[in-house]
């Protein structure tokens, strides 16, 4: 409780009076928040009175509360845009009538966002010309009524129109994010908006581009991407497409129109088959040959035939006799996919072999060979001894000078010949010889030697009396093959060169008189020529890609398109060049599996198109070679083309062929064991694959799963003759054991069903125990019973013969077993990768070149040997075969 003196003065409670009090009030609200709070002290407060006005107007009010303190109040709703501040001052009056000295009160009106920004104008309108880009087209501006930079500046823009070419920044600059095109749209139409600092947004107003037509010679309507989806066939490419001539001052004489689609990047220049080199030749009408392997670095994948890198130093490789006779026949034809470049640091002497037979040891002869020497193709030819008069010269050498040696580019090149002629396919196109060219050596003959074999090597050459490599190439190789005692046709080697995605040319029957139309023979480059502007439009609108490859390469292909056009007069008018390109886009990915199942229903017909390239038929443990084998039906592998490969781990089957033939093949396949006391549990394993492997299956694992029974022997001789009158009958049940296991092959998957036959084959041992049927199992059951009914009638007797029937127990179990087939299991193994295949194996030459080999028609100091001629009318393989290797890490037996 205060106590106050009559009379006293009061004062107003501030700590600093000349500074007063400052009070902030919303334009919505009335309430002034004041600081410090109004207060007076020193006597019993009646009133606050406004005593000074400094600024005109004050429509405040002071209310007087408890504990002599206030709260100011406006009169009325404040608008700052109208009046922000006010001051006056204020004073106190205690009830005896006594007034406070004078403090100065700082009012702020506190903005609100009551206002939306407006823009200045309506709306705006504006002209672009077509094909430019403007870093302004037009500015718009907005303003905001309200009074603080808050809620009264504007701080963005926007546009509200979807779809359409352009930006707006934050100050209202408008600009196009792309060249308008005035056939495109001869208006654009934009909703804008502006928005203050505290986000309010404007009313919308229109913008209105207007695009100027401006002629510019050139072909326009062509995209700058064209999406390919595999399967999808032909796509037209520039549909579109428009040739525009402007206003030049031509009269059109004459058209003329490239357009070249860019593959080159793409492993040996196109989408091609992704099959070997041996299913490529079998889809092109042969097949049975094989290419070389291993002994060098080789590209990753499976995409086609592996392609083989040799670095011109070390690496090479070595063909055994036993993969490829070294003997050349008269006829034949060795063919090869080469990429080879320039090499200015080489001696342009200097020979770089892709194949080479040699002598083994103590000479450096060369019998023939295949190599580049100064941007040259080069055959050798050297006869042996035997095939003529040592002292008659016959052609030896063949060189071809063609400029495809040293572009750096991937190209096929076949050699056939008919002993003394010799053609070169390049390309899958006869090279037409002109004089001197091919340059055609003569030499003599070899002579004869004694003791001295041949080394045939692809990518150097062995000399033999420095016993190493020499001439070692510098490039890179794919699908070489050798195919004697026949040549090649034309059409393979044109089939074999053939790619897979092209040009498709517009239909012959839209081309007007005096236009003509070219094209390369791989349809990558396309021309037309004329005097028709119109007609070449409509011609380059139906241009196509396709690409017939189940599942391409995915990527880019980009296209060139190059006009001319000649006026009256010879005047020539360049049009600019158009790039473009065709995104091949990624395939789905198919998926190839095998599983087990008792379906015996027939094959559904869709599996007739698909293609198989390998079933792989696995054992484990291996095969024991004395009494177990796997045989396959040659007959009808020979009549479906398809290679097998027999060995103590299993069969091979290889060749592109359809998938009902692979499952005819499969279902054939027979496992025969001669001795089957020494039977151990097998594991059979089927994987397949597709695309050159590209794609694998699961691994299919079947178990066959061999049951020894126990056999009960008992001392009576009634027992005993039953028990040889059981094997009797057991001989002339079977003539051999053998599994078969069925495969039912489907669309892009393989099922595999077990189906066993059992039997057994024993000869030479009458008291031999014979697998049977399941009726073995009764008739041990019997005898067992028999026996049992014996031992209890002579009891007596029983320890007496006890020790005698422990001996015919052991004898009788390691000679007897009964076979059980209800233990047939399949197991299903989700898909694994497998690994390496495909490759071969890797070796490298580490010898040094030092010297060179003795002159390719030297024959001093040479002797020769007899070299077996192949008589084979088959292709033969060229490369190391590698075994099937059993992977038992994920096998639990």
């Known amino acids: 409780m205060e106590f106050y003196f009559l009379f006293s003065v009061p004062r107003l409670s501030l700590v600093n009076a000349e500074s007063g009090y400052h009070g902030l009030v919303k334009e919505n609200e009335t309430l002034v928040e004041v600081t410090p709070t109004i207060r007076a002290v020193g006597a019993k407060i009646c009133s606050f009175h406004i005593v000074n006005k400094h600024h005109g107007e004050a429509p405040f009010q002071i209310i007087l509360k408890d504990n002599n303190e206030a709260e100011l109040r406006a009169k009325r709703a404040l608008n700052c845009e109208k009046r922000k501040n006010y001051k006056f001052d204020i004073a106190a009056v205690s009830c005896s009538g006594q007034q406070s000295e004078n403090a100065t009160v700082h009012i702020s009106v506190v903005d609100i966002n009551e206002y939306a920004p407006a823009f200045l104008e309506p709306s705006y309108v504006c002209q672009v010309d077509e094909g430019r880009l403007y870093s302004e087209i037009i500015h718009v501006e907005a303003s905001d009524r309200d009074c603080t930079p808050k809620y009264g500046d504007i701080c963005k823009y926007e546009i509200l129109t979807n779809d359409q070419p352009f930006l707006i920044d934050n100050e209202g600059t408008l600009r196009n994010t792309e060249p308008l095109d005035y056939e495109r749209s001869h208006n654009h139409i934009l909703s804008v908006v502006a928005y203050d600092c505290g986000m309010r947004q404007s009313q919308p107003v229109m913008v209105t581009v207007k695009v100027n037509r401006i002629c510019k010679l050139g072909w326009k309507g062509i995209a700058e991407r064209v999406d390919y989806a595999p399967g999808s066939g032909r796509e037209d490419i520039f549909p579109a497409a428009q040739l525009r001539l402007c206003e030049i001052p031509c009269s059109v004489r004459s058209v003329q129109a490239k357009l070249s689609l860019a593959t080159k990047h793409i492993d040996k220049g196109c989408d091609r088959d992704t099959y070997s080199v041996q299913s490529q030749r079998k889809l092109c009408g042969k097949y049975n040959i094989g290419g070389v392997k291993g002994g060098v670095s ?130 899958g196109t006869l090279f037409k010889a002109e004089k001197k060219n091919p340059e055609i050596i003569d030499d003599w003959p070899l002579h004869p030697t004694k003791g001295i074999n041949t080394t045939l090597t692809v990518g150097a050459c062995w000399q033999g009396s420095e016993k190493k490599m020499k001439h070692h190439l510098k490039g890179y190789l794919a699908g070489l093959s050798v195919l004697l005692n026949k040549v ?376 020769d040997d007899d070299i077996d001629s192949s008589d084979q009318d088959d292709v033969i393989p060229v490369g190391k075969l590698k075994d099937l290797e059993w992977d038992n890490s994920t096998l639990a037996i």
């Open 298 to 427: 080789t590209d990753d994948g499976r995409e086609s035939d592996q392609i083989f890198e040799f670095d011109g130093v070390s690496s090479a490789i070595t063909v055994p006799s036993e993969v490829l006779d070294h003997g050349l026949a008269p006829v034949f034809t060795i063919a090869t996919w080469l990429k080879h470049k320039h090499h200015p640091d080489m001696d342009r002497h200097a020979k770089e072999h892709i194949l080479c037979s040699a002598d083994d040891h103590k000479m450096n002869r060369h019998h023939y060979a295949w190599f580049v020497r100064n941007c040259r193709l080069i055959l050798l030819l050297r006869r042996d001894f035997s095939e003529g008069d040592l002292n008659i010269f016959r052609p030896a050498e063949w060189r071809w000078k063609i400029p495809q040696v040293c572009d750096d580019e991937w190209h096929h090149y076949a050699i056939s010949v008919r002993f003394p002629e010799a053609q070169l396919y390049v390309d």
């Open 488 to 863: 090649e046709s034309p059409a393979v080697l044109s089939c074999l060169h053939k790619c897979k995605e092209s040009l498709d040319v517009p239909p012959m029957e839209l081309l007007e008189p005096g236009m003509e139309l070219l094209t390369n023979s791989d349809l990558t480059e396309l021309s037309i020529e004329g005097d028709n502007k119109t007609n070449l439009e409509v011609l380059i609108r139906r241009i196509g890609y396709t690409n017939s490859r189940e599942f391409p390469t995915p990527g880019r292909r980009n296209l060139h398109l190059s006009t001319t056009i000649t006026c009256d007069h010879g005047r020539t008018v360049k049009v600019p060049n158009v790039e473009s390109y065709v995104m091949v886009l990624p395939p789905q990915q198919p998926t190839l599996v095998i599983n087990g199942t008792t379906n015996l229903a027939s094959e559904t017909t869709g599996v007739i198109e698909k293609r198989l390239d390998s079933c792989i038929v696995s054992v484990y443990p291996a095969l024991n070679p004395d009494h177990e084998t796997l045989a396959v039906p040659h007959n009808m592998i020979t009549q479906f083309g398809i290679t097998a490969k027999l060995s103590k781990d299993g069969a091979t089957l290889t060749g592109s062929n359809v998938i009902y033939n692979y499952q005819q093949v499969l279902r054939q396949i027979q496992y025969t064991n001669r001795k089957p006391a020494y039977y151990l549990n097998r594991v059979f394993k089927l994987i397949c694959s597709e695309m050159n492997g590209r794609f694998l299956s699961n691994e299919y694992v079947q178990t066959l799963t061999v049951i020894h029974p126990r056999a009960a022997v008992t001392s009576s001789g009634a027992m005993m003759q039953q028990q040889h009158e059981q094997t009797a009958q057991q001989q002339t049940h079977a003539q051999e054991q053998s599994v078969v296991a069925h495969a039912q092959v489907a669309r892009h998957h393989v099922d595999v069903r077990p189906h066993a036959i059992v039997e057994h084959y024993s000869p030479d041992h009458a008291s031999q125990p014979v697998i049977s049927a399941a009726s073995h199992a009764v008739t041990i059951i019997l005898v067992v019973c028999v026996g049992f009914l014996v031992v209890m009638i002579v009891v007596g007797v029983v320890r007496i013969r006890a020790a005698h029937q422990r001996a015919a127990q052991e004898e009788i179990n390691d000679t007897e077993m009964a076979w059980d087939d209800s233990a047939l299991t399949i197991t299903v193994n989700p898909m694994e990768v497998r690994g390496g295949g495909a490759e071969g194996g890797r070796r490298t030459q580490d010898e040094d070149d030092s010297s060179d080999d003795n002159s390719t028609y030297r024959d001093d100091d040479e002797d």
